[in-house]
């Protein structure tokens, strides 16, 4: 019976879900599972398509997220009511880590985004295998609100041009982004589409008051994209630039394309030039007069495609903010574009103003004359197929899915932690690393981006009473039936609704009363949150360097409050108790100082130990004794144990006697180990500090037991 429970054991720590599947024999939980995880779908699906635009992908790629990632999360983590998925923070710190790499949307921005998906789920794989899950632990609460706020500020302005229909530049810096989608609202805003985003959120925001309980995302969906179906709000044509009538504006967009064409060309040229200079490294060595020309060659091409693209980048705003006429007589096999204002007396133009949205390969051009819409998704499920490895890529991404794998299983971990409070379970945060980790591993091999655990998909399954992990998998189910039967209903979901979903998913996040709380808790603590907060705002998209940055700041504030904890002389209470006699005015003795240390006595505070100890002994001319409470004393390390042998010879010589109480089991078994003990003599160790005094009293004489000011007889008959 041992055996066949131990291995019952075993198998239940590689397969976490053997735990809960009996429980679905139970004909009500298994009910309540399929209720719950149809629920949580029907939040799912919308939700995941507007984080996947977040992250800079097609909103297809958030179902792919859903696909498979919730289910293994689920069988393999430790969370029964945990759901995994595509998040809002991941989302952007994925789009935040591959805008340097490739353009959003693009071809090679998906495959590092499945190839991110990949790193993260390893890494977290690795931490849960090695049982390291105590490490998210460095991000500091501080630097978590702080970064969380700040994310929360810039995933809802990020929505701000699909809110108004409006095309900006992107700045080097976030806020110059938003300045210039701000300024292009003013002047451009595509008033339908700021209709479709204000409908959106009169209805979520009508029915989360009226009834929570109804699906308030799903139904703003269904509304806002049967609005779009009727009304016609998509309205796009691929044109030849010769439809354009403006002279000038065509051979604009002739040669942006031709431009474009010869980025193409030189990427080929850079790949040909980085694969020569690493070839003559490699064979002739960095003094060779042609590796210096390589680097020349590579150096020269790279600086002539950032001034290429610099040109394009400029054109293309330009050419996106014209608008035109479209003009189509009877006749004619194909409309012509006027400018705005250009249009010819004696011809009809129709009602709407056309803009350029993309430059198609293929030299022509997409124009819209109306709103943006989701578009075509791929019927069928996503295949099977492992992501392509560039390891240029991987070593630039690294710091960036470290990031991304500790800041999305601390929020992981905290929902998980949450929940197990209200049901009485058990998390363990190793196994739910390792289920975190297969889900973004399985899914990137499955197209999927990194994912997490979200914190308001997890709240819908709690409140729709899931028992087990079942209702993810569920989930999962629901999602496999959108891939293969349901896509063309999704074709006309206008993405101000999306914009509208992300905005209102997010505002739960900006919570600026926290930060007065942790001010008032500990105001150290107060500025990490507060240099966290400006810092993510300031350096975005670079969003990993403000959360790395308050990290180390967190870091280094406990530092430096540990390298100088509290050192006190302590004196006798009235009440029998000792306590600091300088904060409570009390009498020492002159004979004998007491003396705690409260912190752990390791490199980087011995020095102030020892000085805090010399000085307080130095103020005391007829001190024969030094008595060392060790109560607040945790850990000793190698250079806190020199330093306490360096002090007793010092103090020795000068005919003051140390003596070490209260320390630790730890401690004393460190002490014991180093030979430290032995070198000053177990006589000089007592158990507690009453046994330490009466030692000292006996080796000073019984007198000085009445006149010690450390003696509770004497303090009780002062009071």
Not at 205 to 213: A, D, F, Q, S, Y
Not at 650 to 660: A, M, S
Request: net charge neutral; proline share 4%.
């Amino acid at each position: 019976m041992a055996d066949r429970n131990g291995a019952s054991s075993w198998a239940q720590r590689i397969f976490p879900a053997l735990t809960w599947l009996g429980e679905l024999r139970d004909k009500r939980v298994l009910r309540t599972d399929v209720l719950a995880g149809v629920t949580v779908a029907l939040v799912l699906i919308p939700q995941s398509m507007a984080y996947a635009q977040l992250a800079g992908l097609p909103a297809y790629y958030g179902l792919y997220a859903s696909f498979m990632p919730p289910m293994i999360a689920a069988l393999f983590g430790s969370s029964r009511q945990l759901q995994t998925g595509p998040v809002a923070i991941v989302s952007i710190m994925t789009a935040a880590a591959l805008e340097p790499l490739a353009t959003a949307g693009s071809a090679s921005f998906v495959a590092y985004a499945i190839m991110l998906a990949l790193m993260v789920g390893l890494f977290e794989l690795a931490l849960g295998l090695l049982r390291m899950g105590a490490l998210v632990n460095f991000l500091a609460h501080p630097v978590i609100i702080g970064f969380t706020n700040a994310a929360a500020i810039i995933i809802a302005t990020s929505q701000l041009s699909k809110i108004f229909g409006v095309f900006a530049d992107k700045g080097d810096y976030y806020f110059e982004t938003i300045w210039n989608v701000v300024r292009a609202a003013f002047t451009d805003s595509h008033w339908p589409t700021v209709g479709i985003a204000v409908l959106a959120f009169v209805i979520m925001i009508g029915i989360r008051r009226v009834n929570p309980r109804l699906p308030n995302v799903l139904i703003a969906v269904a509304v806002t994209t049967l609005i779009a179906y009727y009304i016609e709000f998509e309205r796009v044509e691929v044109i030849k630039p010769t439809q354009i009538v403006n002279t000038t504006v065509r051979t604009v967009v002739a040669e942006q394309l031709s431009a474009r064409k010869q980025l193409v060309t030189l990427d080929r040229a850079i790949a040909a030039a980085n694969n020569r200079y690493v070839e003559v490294r490699k064979t002739l060595g960095r003094d060779d007069p042609k590796f210096l020309d390589a680097r020349h060659q590579l150096d020269s091409l790279r600086l002539h495609k950032e001034r290429r693209q610099k040109t394009v980048k400029l054109d293309q705003s330009e050419i996106k903010g014209l608008r035109f006429h479209r003009v189509k007589q009877h006749g004619e096999d194909s409309a012509r574009y006027y400018l705005a204002g250009e249009s010819p007396t004696g011809v009809t133009a129709d009602t709407h103003l056309w803009r350029v949205v993309q430059f198609n390969d293929d030299a022509t051009l997409e124009l819209s004359g109306g709103g943006a819409v989701v578009g075509n998704i791929p019927r069928g499920l996503p295949a099977l197929k492992a992501p392509t490895i560039d390891f240029g890529v991987v070593a630039q991404l690294l710091p960036a899915a470290i990031t991304i794998a500790l800041l999305g299983f601390m929020e992981a971990i905290s929902i998980a932690k949450a929940m197990a409070t209200r049901t009485k379970q058990r998390v363990d945060a190793n196994q739910e690393l390792i289920g975190q980790g297969l889900g973004n591993i399985v899914g990137g091999l499955f197209q999927s981006y990194p994912v997490s655990g979200s914190f308001s998909r997890s709240a819908v399954n709690l409140g729709a009473n899931a028992v087990t992990g079942f209702s993810s998998v569920v989930t999962s189910l629901i999602v496999v039936v959108v891939l293969l039967w349901l896509t063309p209903l999704l074709y006309h979901l206008p993405q101000a609704t999306l914009a509208a979903v992300i905005m209102m998913a997010v505002v739960g996040l900006v919570s600026p009363g926290i930060f007065k709380h942790i001010w008032k808790t500990q105001r150290s603590d107060g500025i990490v949150a507060v240099i966290t907060f400006l810092l993510t705002l300031a350096l975005a998209p670079h969003l990993d360097y403000g959360i790395l940055i308050g990290a180390s700041m967190a870091l280094g504030l406990y530092l430096l409050r540990t390298m100088h904890p509290r050192v006190a002389v302590l004196g006798r209470y009235w009440d029998g108790t000792l306590r600091d006699a300088e904060r409570y005015q009390l009498e020492t003795c002159r004979n004998i100082s007491m003396i705690r240390f409260d912190g752990s006595l390791y490199f980087a505070n011995t020095s102030y130990f020892e000085d805090k100890v010399l000085e307080r002994s130095s103020q005391k001319p007829e001190l024969k004794y030094v008595i060392v409470d060790g109560e607040g004393i945790n850990v000793i390390d190698a250079s806190g144990e020199e330093m306490l042998a360096t002090m007793v010879e010092r103090l020795n010589d000068i005919g003051v006697t140390v003596i070490f109480t209260e320390f630790k089991h730890q401690a004393y078994g460190l002490l014991k180990r180093s030979g430290f003990i032995d070198k000053v003599g177990e006589e000089h160790f007592f158990r507690n500090v009453e046994h330490a005094l009466r030692h000292v009293w006996q080796e000073l004489g019984d007198d000085h037991v009445d006149t010690c000011a450390l003696n509770p007889l004497r303090q009780a008959t002062r009071g």
